[in-house]
C-alpha cells in the first residue's frame, strides 16, 4: 500500500473507476477530511478488476484506470492509488471481493491503525448481499456518502431498514457513518456515453481522448 510507513488514519475508497470523475475525486477528499479532521488521513484508492455484483468488467484496462485515477487525484497529496485488487485478479482471475481486500489492508496496517471505507449510498443499501459483510465491519468502520435518489441519511437509512437485515442498533450505527459532504450525483455510465463529460479533470479528459477511450461503436 503506497502510503507513509506508521500511517494511523487510512480511508479506502474501492470501484471501478471507470472513468474517475471530479465527484469521486472532490467528495472523497472531503469525506477523508470530515472524519479524519487532523489533516494526516490518508486516502488509498482501489480499481476493481471486476465487480462481483456487476454482469460485466470495466470496459477501460486496469493500467488506463489506475493511470486516469493518478490523474483525477494528482493535486491531492495524501491521495495514492493501490492496485492490490488488480494484482489479485491477475494471479486468480477472480471477481474483487472487498472482504479480500480490507483483510489484506488490515494486515498491513495493523491493529491500531483507524481503517475505514467509503461507499457510496447505493452500496450501503446493498452492502448485506456483500461476501462477509459483518466481518468487513469488524475490520474497518463505513463512510456513506449520500447518492440519488438517496440523498439524504433518512433516505439512506429506510433503503438499509427495508432490507431487514440491520436491526436498531446497527441503523443508528450507520446513521453516524453517513458523510454529509454533498451528494455524489455524476455517474460514469453517462461520461462513457458521452455526456457529462464536464464532471472529469481536464487531464483525465485529455486522457481519455487521447487513448480513444470510450469511443462510440
Known amino acids: 500500500m503506497p502510503i507513509p510507513p506508521g500511517a494511523g488514519c487510512v480511508l479506502l475508497f ?19 477530511d470530515a472524519v479524519f479532521p487532523g489533516g494526516d488521513a490518508r486516502l488509498v484508492l482501489i480499481p476493481a478488476a471486476r465487480s462481483p455484483h456487476k454482469a460485466v468488467g470495466p470496459v477501460a484496462s486496469g493500467p488506463s ?3 486516469m485515477l493518478r ?3 494528482r493535486d491531492d497529496p495524501r491521495a495514492s492509488v493501490w492496485t492490490e485488487e488488480l494484482d489479485r485478479a491477475a494471479q486468480t482471475g477472480e471477481a ?5 481486500t480490507i483483510r489484506a489492508a488490515r494486515a498491513l496496517l495493523g491493529a491500531g491503525a483507524d481503517l475505514r471505507f467509503l461507499i457510496g449510498a447505493d452500496q450501503a ?20 456518502l449520500p447518492r440519488s435518489p438517496l440523498d439524504t441519511p433518512e433516505r439512506v437509512l429506510d433503503a438499509m431498514a427495508a432490507s431487514g437485515a440491520w436491526s436498531g442498533e446497527e441503523l443508528a450505527a450507520w446513521r453516524g457513518a453517513i458523510a ?7 455517474r460514469a455510465t453517462d ?7 464536464g464532471v472529469l479533470a481536464p487531464a483525465v479528459r485529455a486522457y481519455i481522448e487521447s487513448h480513444g477511450l470510450y469511443a462510440p461503436a
Open 14 to 32: 474501492g470501484g471501478s473507476f471507470d472513468p474517475p470523475h471530479a465527484a469521486h475525486a472532490e467528495l472523497a477528499s472531503l469525506a477523508r
Open 65 to 67: 484506470r489506475v493511470a
Open 71 to 73: 490523474l483525477a487525484f
Open 96 to 100: 474483487s471481493y472487498f472482504v479480500d
Open 125 to 144: 443499501a446493498s452492502f448485506h448481499r456483500w461476501r462477509a459483510f459483518r466481518e468487513v465491519l469488524e475490520l474497518g468502520g463505513p463512510v456513506v
Open 180 to 186: 454529509e459532504v454533498g451528494v455524489l450525483d455524476a
Open 191 to 197: 461520461v462513457r456515453a458521452g455526456a457529462s463529460r
